[in-house]
Nanobody, 123 residues
Framework: QVQLVESGGGLVQAGGSLSVTCVAS????????VGWFRQAPGKKREFVAA????????YYADSVKGRFTISKDNAKNTVYLQMNSLEPEDTAVYYC????????????????WGQGTQVTVSS
């Protein structure tokens, strides 16, 4: 089992920046990829970004490309999502998720999830 805990959400004005963190514990040696997803009220949970746990390749949704950066620190079992130039449309609960294989874009392909952290962008 892998446990994930997110932190760092909050309230920020449009155009501002925020960073969220995901700390993994448990069988972290089994992790192949970690993804960030988000869910806005009344909407489906959607892919934001992902990173290969060992290789480090990164992947982004078109809506955040150039504004968000995913990174990791394997020694700390931590994945970060730096969010710049935030827009009100980025308001959502942000979740990190982990899987044993390579990066995937579908929520159903990630068996491990954190509890989420709220990010609110005011206009």
């Amino acid at each position: 089992q892998v446990q994930l805990v997110e932190s760092g959400g909050g309230l920020v004005q449009a155009g501002g920046s925020l960073s969220v963190t995901c700390v993994a514990s448990g069988r972290t040696f089994s992790i192949g990829a970690v993804g960030w997803f988000r869910q806005a009220p009344g909407k489906k949970r959607e892919f934001v970004a992902a990173i290969e746990w060992n290789g480090g390749s990164t992947y982004y949704a078109d809506s955040v490309k150039g504004r968000f950066t995913i990174s990791k620190d394997n020694a700390k079992n931590t994945v970060y999502l730096q969010m710049n130039s935030l827009e009100p449309e980025d308001t959502a609960v942000y979740y990190c998720a982990a899987r044993a294989w390579g990066v995937a874009y579908n929520t159903a392909q990630y068996p491990y999830w954190g509890q989420g952290t709220q990010v609110t962008v005011s206009s």
